[in-house]
């Protein structure tokens, strides 16, 4: 007999561990099982065959192979015949969640049993399970009938002792209402471990949320009972959003309750996590009985007056909610009209109102006996943007102006409540839409009306932003002080004559009057504005310092520095804010000392004292200030003009 093989020695692999004993070539195995005599010794082990059938099948084979094949390993596992670690270390997992995965896959139920062998066998296999993939394999899975979704919850709960698969389970989509539809299901094994599973996710206060959302609430009540503050306020945000937007007869009477709820609610800042809140809210407006709709915009303002609510209050508006809040303005229900101005006002920063309101408005302001009503309503007004000219000649007409001093002048001097500074804030930014320097005749008439002692008061007793509001009036007034239509030649100069002696102004060098004009060292504005530089509230530097600035113009800059040097505290004030005021606060405060620095008597007076802050200017080089300081220190004759700082 003769034996013809294709090779008769072996070529080296270089694969590790081909030399070690019991490692045979393909050759030597024919060999030995042809008997051939050179390998007559060799003693391969095939005492683990079932083994390497099983891993092969389960890799490579068919449908009826690797459902044969998962029998074959679910028994072994049973009967401990092979190690779990060993399963886990040949890559079994991730192969058997491919299979799970897979569309076609013909036996979900044996693979998940399989699964669940080597969880509780093996502690460790459990990290190799507990990836995003492999448990939203597993949730998917939870749609399938009842046996397999009975085994894939149970699954889950295995895992569930992982911190790692409790983080992730409920952020897979759909988990938490698949868990409480099983909860709530004929199969008393899978609801059982829906519940215990439901209870470990529960600590989180977001599966919390979404489980009151799918209609579980057991979680959600108790940390109502026993959670943090933060946590009882999103409870009871959750329990108050399900009840007011449930159609369901039985809770409608909660409704009221609800709403009261989540206006107390919306203070905090985490309820701007719920994005689609607002717009809900605005639709259940106009179907609401009056207190849950006075709930409802109280929620409404609460949360669009956060600081971090600006793109919510931008997306309000352009789904349309000044259309539906302006006809609000016309409920009989004081509580509802303030409500909804108080939304309006939150929202409508820079937006124009439609015109037929504004007649509305304008009487609420005049016959509302609520000051909290007036308030927002003017704040609303104050809103609208300047550059509408429309609306400001029909707040003219509407006699808007005499119906504000009438009312600031009714104001007890001695109260100052929030809502009153709210209110003056308000009024204070009217008045400038009504002192454009554009329109003189305005500004003639708003002087007329009695705006500016009113203004002048704001100076001395309103708050930072009313004062801000004030000088910013007061500064569109001076400009046109010295744009008299009068010539140059005249004999009173830019100033309108006065039959009084009293009335002439060392600025101008002629006869002035506030209503003829608006001079400020009539009115006697000045002496606050200082005041209000030398206070420790920041706010209105810029706005002051640009309404003295009007004092120091080409034509009257000296009389003006003059004037400014000789107010006790003037120039140490303007000094003092070009050190701790905004850049643009020094910028201006700079300019002024420039033009009172120019007289010798000043320079030596106040020089020492500007020349330290000039100095500390100089080595902090903001570039808008540097040609300033420059300036100024070769006034102070502290820098040449050739120098390499200009």
């Known amino acids: 007999v003769v034996l013809a093989y294709g090779a008769e020695s072996d070529r080296a692999l270089g694969v590790p561990g081909e030399d070690l004993k019991g490692i045979y070539s393909a050759r030597e195995f024919v060999w030995w099982y042809n008997g051939h005599p050179d390998c007559r010794n060799l003693a391969p082990g095939l005492q683990n065959t079932d083994r390497a059938v099983i891993l092969g099948q389960l890799k490579y084979g068919n449908d009826d192979e690797f459902k044969n094949s998962l029998l074959g390993l679910e028994i072994l596992i049973r009967d401990k015949l092979i190690d779990c670690e060993w399963i886990s270390d ?14 076609k896959c013909m036996d979900r139920l044996g693979i998940i049993k399989v699964l669940r062998s080597i969880a509780l066998e093996h502690h460790q296999a459990k990290e190799k399970m507990a990836d995003i993939n492999s448990l939203t394999t597993l949730v998917k899975s939870l749609a399938r009938d009842e046996m397999v979704r009975r085994e894939a919850v149970g699954l889950l709960m295995d895992l569930s002792p992982l911190s790692s698969v409790r ?34 996710l ?101 949360m669009l007056s956060q600081p971090g609510a600006s793109k919510f209050r931008s997306k309000m508006v352009q789904n349309g909610a000044m259309q539906l809040l302006l006809p609000l303005l016309n409920e009989s229900d004081t509580k509802i009209r303030i409500a909804a101005l108080n939304v309006l006002y939150t929202i409508s920063d820079n937006l124009s109102i439609e015109e037929t309101y504004l007649p509305k408005i ?49 104001l007890s001097s001695s109260s100052s409540t929030s809502t009153t500074r709210w209110l003056e804030e308000s009024v204070a930014g009217v008045f400038i839409r009504f002192t454009a320097p554009s329109d003189k005749k305005l500004q003639l008439y708003a002087a007329e009306m009695g705006v500016i002692p009113i203004l002048v008061k704001f100076l001395s007793y309103g708050s930072i932003k009313a004062k801000s509001r004030a000088a910013t009036s007061l500064t569109q007034l001076s400009q046109n002080c010295l744009s008299s239509s009068r010539p140059r030649n005249s004999r009173w100069g830019n100033c309108i004559p006065s039959t009084t002696t009293d009335g002439f102004c060392i600025i101008h060098s002629g006869y002035c009057s506030i209503k003829g ?130």
């Open 90 to 103: 040949e890559g079994f997992i991730p192969i058997l969640f491919n299979r799970l995965g897979s569309s």
């Open 517 to 646: 004009n608006f001079c400020l060292v009539k009115v006697g504005a000045v002496p606050p504005l200082i005041h209000i530089l030398e206070g420790d509230e920041r706010e209105a530097d810029e706005a002051v310092l640009v309404t003295i600035a009007t004092l120091l113009q080409d034509e009257v800059w000296e009389d003006g520095s003059n004037y400014i040097a000789k107010i006790s505290g003037g120039v140490e004030a303007i000094i003092r804010v070009s050190k701790v005021g905004s850049v643009k606060a020094r910028e201006t405060a700079l300019w002024i000392l420039e033009r009172v620095l120019r007289i010798e008597e000043y320079r030596s007076k106040y020089g020492g004292s500007a020349q330290v802050v000039l100095i500390d200017l100089a080595h902090k080089e903001e570039p808008s200030l540097r040609s300033l300081v420059a300036k100024l220190l070769t006034q102070l004759e502290l820098l040449q003009e050739q120098s390499s700082y200009f």
């Open 362 to 410: 304008v009487y609420i302001i005049s016959s509302s006996s609520s000051e909290a009503e007036q308030a927002a309503a003017v704040g609303l007004l104050s809103n609208i943007p300047l550059s509408d000219k429309k609306v400001t000649d029909i707040l003219k007409k509407l006699n808007l102006l005499p119906v504000l001093v009438s009312l600031l002048n009714s």
């Open 202 to 302: 529960s600590c989180n206060t977001q599966n919390a949320l979404l489980m009151a959302e799918a209609g579980y609430f057991l979680p959600l009540i108790q940390h109502l009972k026993e959670g943090s503050d933060m946590s009882k306020i999103l409870m009871a945000t959750a329990l108050s959003r399900t009840l007011l937007f449930s159609v369901t007869s039985s809770v409608m009477s909660l409704r009221e309750p609800a709403s009261a709820i989540l206006a107390i609610t919306s203070c905090s800042d985490s309820i701007l996590k719920h994005r689609d809140l607002p717009d809900q809210l605005l639709s259940l407006i106009n179907l609401s009985s009056p207190k849950i709709k006075c709930n409802i915009l109280l929620a409404l303002n609460n």
């Open 167 to 200: 983080r992730r389970i409920g952020r897979i989509q759909g988990c938490i209402i698949m868990l409480v539809a099983i909860l709530n299901g004929n199969d008393p094994l899978s609801s059982n471990d829906a519940g215990k599973l439901l209870a470990a």
